[in-house]
């Protein structure tokens, strides 16, 4: 499960990833980079507790999750 919340009028946001599971696991999400008010034509914002890279125009996120446990990523200034 994952959840994103993102500021008006500001670039960036913070992703909150879920594993409910009893195994460890290893999550890869695109996102649209409008959805963060980012553009894939400018470099990677800094992002927090995830690989990240452009992949088709979209923000590629990477991250492993523990078990029942979240993973709060932050992308780009978060204040």
Known sequence: ????HV?????GGV??????SEQPAERQLLIDPAE?????QQPLPAISNAQAQWHD??????FPLPPRSPVVIEIG???
């Open 1 to 4: 499960m994952n959840h994103l």
């Open 7 to 11: 500021l008006p009028n500001e670039p």
């Open 15 to 20: 992703l909150v990833a879920f594993n409910l």
């Open 36 to 40: 963060l008010r980012l553009s894939a």
């Open 57 to 62: 125009g979209r923000l590629e996120l990477r």
């Open 77 to 79: 200034s978060t204040r």
